[in-house]
């Protein structure tokens, strides 16, 4: 299917200075993560072949059929070591990869070394909703120490068969002071970055223009817009994207050579202003040295005056929306377009994914099947794949998933299949 051709595209000029009056913000500003390392070597003894972090609520160890299960013994404590001078830090944050647990567990939490108890947002799971998330919570610089932070993770039984949920990974993130006696040895005391967004019809340019982009191991940009909501925080306008196994997943892009440039296909997208880029930048030297540039305010996608670009999302979804012992489950797309005036079409949807069994058309739409899950490794996949728009219709589109796995198969997680649809005016 060929692609209506629509591009903006991104620059990211390396500057002895940032100019605020260009960006719309500040300067940018340098962090380093620490994540998570499991291991009883790391402080974090595991219980479990396949070494998941899991939280439990406290009725589990007395259960009939779960208290001798091994994930059981899990105690959700978390070590994770921050080598850093506190006094040297700007502010830090805790980020993590949450599977939301099973549904209707209720009151996620995490204590910082005994000293405050942050909630995890609540994005659906107590209501009985399948979900993910990758929360950020900024923590106070005295609740850290510096080496080995406690984090104390907890949940209810709510209205659960079994309360619980898995941390995938976490990481404690410290923003350093511009003055960082890190950044002179690294040659970066004087290293800023901005990403400058040209459009041209369909390209822009990224330039280096400083020493400092020498020691530049890759860089990886980000969109603020109106679009899918694939992290599944339940805002489809903010910062797109997510992390899988510390890697970014459904970014606008990365690039790993110089002149560090992407192109970002606005094809696919409603018409919309205020949109924002911005950009991570990876050193080479020292390790887990990383900057952000300032974000990048200003952009848009114009009305297109031959074409119409809607997001249409499932309605009705089901709680518990997943499919495992033959269940099937369903959902419906409603799309208000003729079919015939479709250009193009995609289906956006992330799944947790158990396995599908002998089925193998597990996910269909208007009975096509998608491969939107993989071999069963109980991992999150978001999936955007490519829609003939011969198979829509005007009005329900109907989503249904189908595993005959004898345990945990396939999970449709928040917020649910949606549709992206290409019309002519």
């Excluded at 009151?107 to 990758?134: D, F, L, M, W």
């Excluded at 892009?253 to 409603?270: C, E, H, I, R, Y």
């Excluded at 994914?353 to 096509?368: I, P, Q, R, S």
Aim: net charge neutral; aromatic share 8%.
């Amino acid at each position: 299917m060929k692609r209506a051709l629509s591009f903006a595209f991104l620059h990211l000029l390396l500057l002895n200075t940032v100019h605020a009056a260009d960006t719309g913000a500040g300067a940018g500003y340098f962090f380093r993560e620490h994540w998570y390392q499991p291991g009883a070597t790391n402080g974090n003894p595991d219980y479990e072949i396949n070494k998941r972090f899991r939280v439990n609520a406290p009725e589990a160890v007395l259960h009939p059929t779960f208290g001798s299960r091994r994930e059981v013994r899990a105690s959700g404590m978390m070590t994770v070591y921050a080598e850093e001078d506190l006094r040297l830090l700007t502010g830090a944050e805790l980020y993590l990869e949450l599977w939301g647990g099973h549904p209707h567990s209720a009151n996620k939490r995490v204590t910082i070394n005994g000293r405050n108890t942050y909630s995890i947002p609540e994005i659906g799971t107590a209501s009985g909703h399948c979900t993910h998330q990758y929360p950020i919570i900024p923590l106070k610089l005295n609740e850290l120490v510096n080496g080995y932070n406690a984090l104390q993770f907890a949940v209810d039984q709510g209205k659960s068969f079994w309360g619980h949920f898995i941390v995938e990974q976490a990481a404690i993130k410290a923003t350093l002071t511009n003055n960082h006696p890190a950044l002179n040895p690294a040659g970066l005391a004087d290293f800023s970055a901005r990403v400058e967004a040209a459009t041209d019809g369909e390209l822009t340019t990224l330039k280096l223009v400083s020493n400092g982009a020498a020691r530049i191991a890759s860089v990886e940009f980000h969109g603020h817009y109106h679009g899918y909501d694939e992290n599944g925080d339940g805002r489809m306008d903010d910062w797109h994207g997510f992390t899988k196994a510390r890697a970014p997943v459904a970014i606008i892009g990365s690039a790993t050579n110089a002149p560090f440039q992407t192109a970002w296909d606005m094809t696919m997208l409603p018409a919309q202003s205020d949109m924002q880029v911005r950009a991570v930048v990876r050193f080479r030297e020292p390790s887990g040295l990383s900057y952000v540039t300032p974000p990048t305010r200003g952009l848009r996608t114009p009305e297109r005056p031959q074409a119409r670009v809607a997001l249409y999302s499932a309605r009705n979804i089901p709680p518990q929306f997943w499919s495992r012992a033959g269940r099937k489950v369903m959902t419906d797309i409603h799309v208000e377009d003729d079919p015939a005036d479709i250009i193009s079409a995609e289906l956006h949807v992330v799944v947790w994914d158990g396995g599908a069994g002998k089925v193998k058309e597990y996910f269909t739409l208007n009975d096509h099947p998608f491969p939107v899950a993989g071999g069963g490794k109980h991992d999150t996949i978001y999936s955007r794949l490519r829609v003939d728009p011969k198979i829509l219709k005007r009005g329900a589109n109907q989503i249904v998933v189908h595993s005959d796995t004898e345990h945990h198969g396939i999970e449709v997680l928040l917020p649910g299949p949606a549709l992206v649809v290409r019309s002519r005016r």
